[in-house]
């Protein structure tokens, strides 16, 4: 069983920065991609960034040069740097994990940009 922990989100004045992270629980060493997901109130789930097993990574353009996407093995954390952020980023991040034995979700934190 895989359980996943967001951290990091938090008020931000638009052109500031935060960086989530997603500690995992249990063994994900197998993974094939783990990603950062944004849920705005009444919007549809969005992909923002994903990597993959081997090392690939893939941004929405929304966030291309803003935001960075990391990962530390030995922690078993996914790190989502983003930096100059705008209202329009304001939304729930959620962090993914999709393993050949299932696909796993946090429980999201929540982003908010505003002066």
């Known amino acids: 069983q895989v359980q996943l922990v967001e951290s990091g989100g938090g008020l931000v004045q638009p052109g500031g920065s935060l960086r989530l992270s997603c500690a995992a629980s249990g063994s994900i060493s197998s993974f094939n991609n783990m990603g950062w997901y944004r849920q705005a109130p009444g919007q549809q789930r969005e992909l923002v960034a994903v990597?993959?097993?081997?090392?690939?990574?893939m941004y929405a353009d929304f966030v291309k040069g803003r935001f960075t996407i990391s990962r530390d093995s030995a922690k078993n954390t996914l790190y989502l740097q983003m930096n100059s952020l705008k209202p329009e980023d304001t939304a729930d991040y959620y962090c993914?994990?999709?393993?050949?034995?299932?696909?796993?979700w946090g429980q999201g934190t929540q982003v908010t940009v505003s002066s």
């Open positions: 990597t993959a097993s081997g090392g690939m990574t």
């Open positions: 993914n994990v999709d393993m050949d034995r299932g696909d796993y």
